[in-house]
């Protein structure tokens, strides 16, 4: 079984940065995408970016121009680089890498932004 680690969170305050990353345990054979995950308290989870492949990405309205999602299919490897915290970016980080039949979750790290 692939286990997803992720790393990196914590508490940093508004307009700092963080940068998280998320490593598999084994290579992921033909990972389509890769990607970051958020879950807020009492909200559901949503898309914060992802990475296909081929390195196009795609980011939610909300981070656009302050984060950036990397990654390293072949190492299995994604990162995510988070500048201009707001404190509406506090929550539960998930990373995700899924192929065509798996979807892989990590355990989630918290990511708190305080004033």
């Known amino acids: 079984q692939v286990q997803l680690v992720e790393s990196g969170g914590g508490l940093v305050q508004a307009g700092g940065s963080l940068r998280l990353s998320c490593a598999a345990s084994?290579?992921?054979?033909?990972?389509?995408?890769m990607g970051w995950f958020r879950q807020a308290t009492g909200k559901q989870r949503e898309l914060v970016a992802d990475?296909?492949?081929?390195?196009?990405?795609n980011y939610a309205d909300s981070v656009k121009g302050r984060f950036t999602i990397s990654g390293d299919n072949a190492k299995s490897t994604v990162y995510l680089q988070m500048n201009s915290l707001k404190l509406e970016d506090t929550a539960v980080y998930y990373c995700?890498?899924?192929?065509?039949?798996?979807?892989?979750w990590g355990q989630g790290t918290q990511v708190t932004v305080s004033s």
């Open positions: 084994r290579r992921i054979l033909n990972s389509n995408v």
């Open positions: 990475i296909t492949r081929g390195g196009v990405t």
């Open positions: 995700n890498m899924r192929t065509a039949v798996s979807s892989y």
